[in-house]
């Protein structure tokens, strides 16, 4: 019988929201991590998409709801919670 092994830090964040801070920018940005990799994850967040808009100008004018991808390395912090029923359960 195989034993399967837990999922990794990585793919437990896919589908949570998170709130991320990068060097590029002074405030941090709530959004919600949408796949993973092992370098990094793709990043859904309208306030962010914003303010690469501010700093890009018309680059990403066309692009409708663009989801980010994030490296792992660039991240300053990452904060994410686990619901209060899984925590209980360990």
Do not use: H
């Not at 920018?25 to 914003?50: P, Q, Y």
């Not at 303010?51 to 300053?76: H, K, V």
Request: one cysteine or more.
């Amino acid at each position: 019988m195989l034993q399967s092994s837990p999922p990794s830090f990585k793919t437990k964040l896919v589908g949570k929201t998170v709130l991320v801070k990068l060097s590029l920018f002074s405030r941090a940005f709530s959004g919600t991590v949408t796949a993973a990799d092992e370098t990094g994850f793709c990043f859904l967040s309208e306030t962010m998409s914003g303010a690469l808009r501010e700093l890009t100008g018309s680059a990403m004018a066309n692009m409708d709801s663009p989801s980010m991808y994030l490296t792992f390395a660039n991240l300053e912090w990452l904060i994410f919670s686990d619901s209060k029923a899984a925590g209980a359960s360990v």
